[in-house]
């Protein structure tokens, strides 16, 4: 059986701000950790308050692991000048579920297409560099139902195996959810599947 892939890297905190200067140019980056992409708007509309002389608020983000979404916005610089190199550092440090902000102060020098690629590129390099970047695991969920009786091996079972007990109701039957990581939840399905008196069902 293939074992799925179920690790990734992200961030879990607002790294620090770098800045970046070009012919007199600044350009101040940040790595974000987002959950959706409605966390998006709020972070580029906070920069655009706090660098109220800023000329661009240009970024990439990317969610998910298996089927990634991912989003380039240049805000007003030249077409892919600046969002496609903000996506290529994120390609490059292979992180997901992030968002680069690239916050322009123009400096009355122009750079060219060719120079707003670089600072845009260095810019979130530099600020990937400085980021806190961490290894996740995904992890499914198993609901498993009986009785009193098989309540023991049950028990045995989730210490043997080292998992976590998300939630429990110990009525009449018993209830418990655990997480599994994605990578062994076949594995522990079949395990508890094979139980007697256990119904065991994968949550997500």
């Known amino acids: 059986m293939e074992k799925k892939e179920d690790a990734y890297r992200t961030v879990t905190k607002t ?5 970046y200067k070009d012919r007199k140019s600044k350009f101040y980056a940040q790595v ?40 380039a916005n240049d805000d007003g610089e030249p077409n892919n000048s600046a969002g496609m190199p903000i996506y290529g550092q994120i390609q490059s440090f292979d992180v997901t579920n992030v968002l680069i902000t690239v916050t322009r ?34 992890k499914t969920k198993l609901r498993l139902q009986f009785e009193y009786p098989a309540m023991d091996i049950v028990m045995r ?9 998300v939630s429990q109701k110990m009525e009449l039957d018993c209830e418990l959810v655990i997480s599994v990581r994605l990578s062994e939840s076949e594995e522990v399905f079949q395990l508890f599947d094979e139980i007697h008196g256990v119904d065991t069902t994968m949550m997500d």
């Open 157 to 165: 079972t989730i210490k043997q195996k080292n998992l976590d007990i």
């Open 32 to 71: 974000h950790p987002i959950a959706s992409e409605d966390d998006v708007k709020p972070i580029v509309e906070e920069l655009r308050k706090k660098y109220h002389t800023a000329n661009h608020v240009c970024y990439a983000w990317q969610l998910g692991t298996e089927n990634p979404m991912y989003r």
């Open 105 to 138: 102060i123009f400096g009355g020098t122009k750079l060219g297409v060719g120079g707003l690629i670089q600072a845009y590129k260095t810019a979130a390099q530099m600020a990937l560099e400085s980021a806190k970047i961490v290894k996740k695991t995904i």
């Open 15 to 19: 790294s620090p701000e770098i800045l």
